[in-house]
């Protein structure tokens, strides 16, 4: 964030951009986001809509708790697949400040694989839930 709003007066006041705040910020949008995202669904962090589910009977939340997971894992799955598709054979580096890319686009795989055992463990409640309910 600051990084960003030095750019913008940098390039407002003075006409002086910083050179590579693209392409930093974006490294940084894969280290601290989306490495985060399995500790924030380990702590139930991510945002619920529960209007309507909050209505059904305990049962039917349980099921419809697993099919959203299953879809999450099911796209989590294809993310870690895809992502370490284009990790493995990535070979260029960055324009401004000439930093590899590979390791960067890795962390990609790395943090789907991370979310992907935590939604496993998810599953596993929601089945545990569905079956005493």
């Known amino acids: 964030m600051l990084l960003t709003s030095g750019e913008v007066i940098g390039r407002a006041v003075w006409s002086k951009p910083i050179p590579g705040t693209l392409e930093l910020s974006s490294y940084m949008l894969v280290v601290f986001i989306l490495l985060g995202l399995a500790y924030t669904q380990q702590v139930k962090g991510h945002v619920k809509v529960v209007m309507f589910t909050s209505k059904l009977p305990e049962k039917a939340q349980a099921f419809l708790e697993i ?41 990609v795989p790395l943090a789907a694989l991370f979310l992907f055992l935590e939604l496993a463990i998810d599953l596993v409640d929601a089945c545990r839930k569905l079956v005493r309910s």
């Open 67 to 107: 099919i959203t997971i299953l879809l999450s894992l099911f796209i989590m799955a294809v993310l870690c697949w895809q992502g370490w598709v284009v990790g493995i054979d990535e070979t260029t580096v960055s324009d401004v400040h000439r930093i590899v890319q590979w390791p960067f686009r890795l962390l």
